[in-house]
Nanobody, 122 residues
Framework: QVQLVESGGGLVQAGGSLRLSCAAS????????MGWFRQAPGKEREFVAA????????YYADSVKGRFTISRGNAKSTVYLQMNSLKPEDTAVYYC???????????????WGQGTQVTVSS
């Protein structure tokens, strides 16, 4: 069984920053890409960012390019999402995911975390 546990969500004013973390456990994470999705109230879950197993390639949704940075810890089982210049429209539940990079340069998730709330006030 695989567990993904997110942390770091919270309330922040527009223009502020937050850093999300996700720790994976339960099995060897060999060759798994990791990433983040988000879901706002009344909307479908959407891709945010992903990083390859090696950490050498990163992928972003257009809506967050230049503001968010995804990175991977040295142990490969931890992933971070640094979110800068936050906007009210970034408000959502953010989910950590583990899986593979799709041909569309997004992500196909095999495993999900429980989610962490990010709220950006205007």
């Amino acid at each position: 069984q695989v567990q993904l546990v997110e942390s770091g969500g919270g309330l922040v004013q527009a223009g502020g920053s937050l850093r999300l973390s996700c720790a994976a456990s339960g099995r060897t994470f060999s060759h798994y890409a990791m990433g983040w999705f988000r879901q706002a109230p009344g909307k479908e879950r959407e891709f945010v960012a992903a990083i390859s197993w090696s950490g050498g390639k990163t992928y972003y949704a257009d809506s967050v390019k230049g503001r968010f940075t995804i990175s991977r810890g040295n142990a490969k089982s931890t992933v971070y999402l640094q979110m800068n210049s936050l906007k009210p429209e970034d408000t959502a539940v953010y989910y950590c995911a583990a899986g593979s990079i799709s041909t569309a340069a997004t992500m196909i998730s095999d495993y999900w975390g429980q989610g962490t709330q990010v709220t950006v006030s205007s």
